[in-house]
Each structure stands twice: as C-alpha cells, then as structure tokens.
C-alpha cells in the first residue's frame, strides 16, 4: 500500500478496524501497511481510541507485548440503544401490525439494514463479556438478527431447520413442545454444522412462552453444547409467569398489551433496559 498522508491514514485505519472486528492486528501488520513507524501508529490508535469511545462507536482495547496489537469491540450505550429501541417500539405499535394470536408484523423492519446494524450492536453489547464461539437461531426471520450480531462478534452463525434438508447431509432431529400453543413440532441441526462442546448465543426474533427457544437449547444438549446467553428482540408480556420456559434471557422490546378487536398495542423496551 502507498504511503498515505496522516489524514487520509487515520480514515484508512477507522475503516479497516470498523470492518475487522474482535479481530487483534499487531502494531507491526500496521507499520508495515501504511509504511510508518510503530510510535506513530500508536499515536493515530490513540486519537481513533478516543473519538470511538467519545461518539459511543465502541472500544479499541491494546495489548502489550510482543504479540501484541489493538482489537476494536462494537460496543452501544445503554442510552443510544434505549434510544433507539424507543422509536422501534412506537413503530411495531402501529394498528396494522396486529397479527391473529397476538403476534406482530415484523418482516419489513427485518429488512432494514440500519435497524439490524443497531440490534446487532446492542446484543454485542450485551453478550460481549460471555466466551462465545458461534451465533444460533431457527429460520426465518431471526436469521437477519443473528448475523447482524455474528457480524459485530466476528462469530459464525448455524440455523436450525424445521425439517431436515438432503443438501444439509446427516442430521439431528428432536421434538420439541412449542410454549405458545402446545403443539409438537420438530427443528432439526446438521452435524457438520456445530462442533461438540462449542458456547453457543442463542438469537431470536420473537418470544411467547419461550418453547422453540427451549428446542433449541435441548437440540444443543445432543451436541454436548453450552448455552452462553439468549437474545430475544420482541418478548410477549401476555404470558403467565408459570407458563414461561426460560428465566434467563435478554429481551430488547416488550409487547405488553394486544387488544384483537382494536388492534391497539402497546410495546415497551425490554428487561436490557431494566
């Protein structure tokens, strides 16, 4: 790469840490890439340090010694992301989201790069002290948050199946109870797709009573995995203490009341924010 100027280094460093991270990138990769000395990379780290912790963009952590060097964690202020969460819940209250069963609409927001770029950075937040080797959820509509989340850890991502795909090769199926209406379903996870033992955070896009969320967790007991966290976006408040299947789990909005005949909702930040 050509010798850059300060200015320009310091937009082609923020850049190429912004797009690497969890990633450690020594002193040396650094020097030898802008052709600069290793005293005034570490002064360009210094003012990207400060800027990125200043606007809330996340952490730039350094470590010393020899194998040493600088990783950028995505990080979120519980401020900005209560913020944030404020305008999604006033926009999943709108009337025409009321789904039958008490469920809402969501697709669309979905599909809005901005809004997962935001919850991705809040799970990373929330996660980001847990030893995690790799993002989990069932399809479909979770599969945007996890990877949202799998691209702010730098982590893979593994989708559990309804049903078991010939393309997928051998695979582990169970049975599993959903909480919401009491019905046996089946999800299913190929082999090749999750080592033993691995520490798996759990995402999904809604939360009733919590049964395919449990699934989930029982499917991971096949692979002798560990649960290092749950991450839900939108949690049913209309469910009964007794019939909720999991204690332990990060909710970023609350969907507190339905009314079917009004289409009235009311949806709140979620225990994150408690």
Do not use: W
Request: proline share 3%; net charge neutral.
């Amino acid at each position: 790469m050509k010798k850059l100027k300060r200015s320009a280094r310091l937009v082609e460093m923020t850049q190429y840490l912004l797009s690497r991270p969890h990633t450690l990138i020594s002193l040396t990769a650094f020097a030898e890439r802008y052709q600069s000395a290793k005293s005034s990379i570490s002064e360009d780290l210094a003012i990207i340090k400060e800027v990125f912790e200043e606007e809330g963009f996340g952490e730039l952590h350094t470590l010393a010694g020899a194998a040493g060097g600088v990783k950028y964690i995505p990080k979120m202020s519980k401020e900005a992301a209560l913020g944030i969460m404020t305008n999604i819940c006033r926009e999943l209250e709108q009337p025409d989201r009321v789904l039958p069963g008490g469920y809402l609409y969501m697709t669309d927001m979905l599909g809005q790069p901005e809004l997962l770029n935001d919850v991705g950075r809040m799970f990373a937040t929330a996660f980001a002290g847990r030893q995690i080797d790799v993002i989990m959820t069932v399809e479909t509509k979770g599969i945007p948050l996890a990877y949202a989340t799998a691209n702010c850890l730098n982590l893979p991502v593994v989708i559990v199946r309804r049903d078991n795909k010939v393309t997928e090769g051998s695979a582990v199926s169970i049975n599993y109870v959903s909480g919401s209406n009491k019905r046996i379903q089946t999800m299913s996870l190929a082999r090749r797709a999750l080592k033993e033992q691995s520490r798996v955070l759990i995402i999904d896009d809604f939360m009733k009573a919590g049964g395919t969320i449990q699934g989930m967790m029982d499917l991971l007991y096949e692979f002798k995995a560990t649960v290092a966290g749950v991450g839900v976006f939108v949690e049913s408040g209309e469910v009964d203490l007794e019939e909720r299947l999991l204690e332990d789990y990060v909710s970023l909005a609350k969907l507190s009341a339905v009314d079917l005949k009004t289409k009235h909702t009311t949806v709140l930040p979620g225990n994150y924010f408690a």
